[in-house]
T-cell receptor
Framework: EAGVAQSPRYKIIEKRQSVAFWCNPI?????LYWYQQILGQGPKLLIQ????????DSQLPKDRFSAERLKGVDSTLKIQPAKLEDSAVYLC????????????????FGPGTRLTVT | RKEVEQDPGPFNVPEGATVAFNCTYS??????FFWYRQDCRKEPKLLMS???SGNEDGRFTAQLNRASQYISLLIRDSKLSDSATYLC????????????FGTGTRLTVIP
């Protein structure tokens, strides 16, 4: 079974530039997550989708970050404009949904996109 | 106070040693708990879920104490391949089903 795919794997940009990351979750997984992991810290949830609807974006800096999941499959995360403190690994994860209980099972992570803002 | 707190380590132990990691969480309403493993420059992967009754998977034992809001992971007979960062993860389960990750505890098993 193919895992969660992300691209690009690495990106270097200057501050105030824009950048976009792409994620393709595991086929059939209803729930998709974007995390930010700063060096030396655990992943922090930015946004959670269930199908194409946003479930939680309370920790997404909405003045510069945006995300969408059109058609409930692939997702893109955008940063515009980037700041130095945005340097991090951006992880996408997906999980299947228990339709009976509405809870999610194990999250499967993609390899991440390592962003460096100079 | 952070949602999830862990001792960041690093823990350097010889092969064959037993090592224990601890984790505390702040939200008493948290519903499910996990240990994830993250190798250097890799993505996190689920190691095991943590149940109230405690659970064991080979050399790994996880325990949960809801009263103290405390989670532990015990690794027996450490192998070189156990070297990684171990992330304590708590699902608040308030409908969003989102996970809160600790900062991770770094383990190095030395030959």
């Amino acid at each position: 079974e193919a895992g969660v795919a992300q691209s690009p794997r690495y990106k270097i940009i200057e501050k105030r530039q824009s950048v976009a990351f792409w994620c393709n979750p595991i086929s059939g997984h209803a729930t998709l997550y974007w995390y930010q992991q700063i060096l030396g810290q655990g992943p922090k949830l930015l946004i959670q989708f269930q199908n194409n609807g946003v479930v939680d974006d309370s920790q997404l800096p909405k003045d510069r970050f945006s995300a969408e999941r059109l058609k409930g499959v692939d997702s893109t995360l955008k940063i515009q404009p980037a700041k130095l403190e945005d340097s991090a690994v951006y992880l996408c994860a997906s999980s299947p949904l228990n339709r009976r209980t509405g809870t999610t099972y194990e999250q499967y992570f993609g390899p991440g996109t390592r962003l460096t803002v100079t | 106070r952070k949602e999830v707190e862990q001792d960041p380590g690093p823990f350097n132990v010889p092969e064959g040693a037993t090592v224990a990691f601890n984790c505390t969480y702040s939200n008493s309403a948290s519903q499910s708990f996990f240990w994830y493993r993250q190798d250097c420059r890799k993505e996190p992967k689920l190691l095991m879920s943590v149940y109230s009754s405690g659970n064991e998977d080979g050399r790994f034992t996880a325990q949960l104490n809801r009263a103290s809001q405390y989670i532990s992971l015990l690794i027996r007979d450490s192998k070189l391949s156990d070297s990684a960062t171990y992330l304590c993860v708590v699902n608040r389960g308030t409908g969003a089903n989102n996970l809160f990750f600790g900062t991770g505890t770094r383990l190095t098993v030395i030959p």
